[in-house]
């Protein structure tokens, strides 16, 4: 289930594997909490046709490392942590493997302000009297949404707010940094309609130790902020695309049993076409990283290898009350 890709579209992807302290593979039993488990990244092609686009393209130039820093903060969008620049870049090498390459970061600056940080329903105000868009600081790096936008200068400040515009949802968030304007969505409280399947598609970004269950299904674990409870949750995500077209989300408490989801999202053929297109895209992308083994494999010592526990344990009385309590809340 590979695509083709176009010019524009970035060739690279983070694999992701998330892994506790002595580097065993951990999934979510139900759903966990502030889990103990460090994602640990690295980064390769989208599919074999990216793989062979970055072969042409060799590592050690200004593009590369865009897309690099692209890739790293569109996962970093969904987890709501902190961006990266192409000027954070150390070093990049291919691992062993040659599927894969790591990158070393250099020392994070020390903050000489604080992150300023606004919630508006209309943050295109804010673009245009920023500093740079009036070019009394120097030229600053937008992006919307986990995408990198532009840069803001005077020349520029139109086609930026244009896309500011497009933006669907009404909450917004406006954030600057170390020269870095991150203009967001940002859910609160109960999530419905458009957000879901934004949520939903926030847990494909996010994605880590993907599997392929079958021909048209992918499931994975993913650790996102929690907008309804708070918190970082862990859980498990199953999706499919259906004999008809379809599109299938849900999220299994155990054993990866989709009979035990407490969370269904359809996206239906003929109705939501360009949801689905863009979900399959992600499911592509997902699909190739399972056929891949993450580098993490290779580098643990063996005496530290831990197996899954994937012995099957009934839920407890507790785990049953806490699927019913949870049912008052809305999005996957």
């Known amino acids: 289930m590979t695509s083709s890709l176009n010019k524009t579209q970035n060739p690279w992807t983070v694999h992701s594997t998330f892994r506790d302290e002595v580097g065993g593979q951990v999934k979510p039993h139900g759903l966990e909490w502030h889990m103990g488990g460090d994602s640990i990244l690295y980064y390769a092609p989208v599919s074999p046709d990216a793989k062979e686009i970055i072969a042409t393209k060799g590592l050690d130039n200004d593009e590369t490392r865009q897309w690099l820093v692209e890739a790293h903060n569109r996962w970093c969008f969904a987890k709501d942590e902190t961006f990266k620049k192409v000027q954070d870049i150390e070093e990049v090498q291919w691992t062993p493997d040659g599927n894969h390459v790591e990158i070393f970061w250099r020392e994070p600056e020390l903050l000489t302000q604080p992150e300023q940080k606004f919630t508006i329903a209309q943050v295109s105000g804010l673009v245009r009297m920023d500093a740079s868009a009036k070019g009394e600081e120097p030229p600053c790096q937008v992006w ?24 669907p949802s009404k ?3 406006f954030r600057k940094s170390r020269g870095i304007i991150r203009i967001e969505r940002r859910f609160k409280g109960m999530i419905r309609g458009q957000e879901v399947y934004e949520h939903c598609l926030d847990n494909l970004y996010a994605l880590e130790d993907p599997q392929i269950v079958d021909n048209n299904t992918i499931i994975g674990t993913a650790t996102l902020p929690d907008w309804i409870m708070g918190g970082e949750l862990t859980s498990r995500i199953w999706v499919s695309e259906l004999e008809n077209g379809s599109i299938l989300c849900k999220r299994p408490l155990y ?8 969370r269904t999202y359809w996206m239906k053929k003929g109705k939501d076409d360009d949801k689905i297109a863009v979900f399959k895209e992600e499911m592509a ?48």
């Open 285 to 332: 992308r997902i699909r190739y990283l399972a056929t891949l083994e993450h580098p993490f494999e290779a580098l643990r010592p063996s005496d530290f290898i831990v197996p899954i526990d994937e012995e099957k344990k009934e839920p407890t009385g507790r785990e049953i009350q806490h699927k019913r309590s949870s049912r008052k809340f809305f999005g996957l």
């Open 144 to 167: 919307i949404n986990g995408y990198f936008a532009g840069v803001l200068q005077p020349n520029t400040v139109d086609s930026i707010v244009e896309q500011v515009d497009r933006i």
């Open 171 to 173: 909450k917004l968030v």
């Open 255 to 262: 054993r990866d049993d989709v009979g035990t989801s407490d």
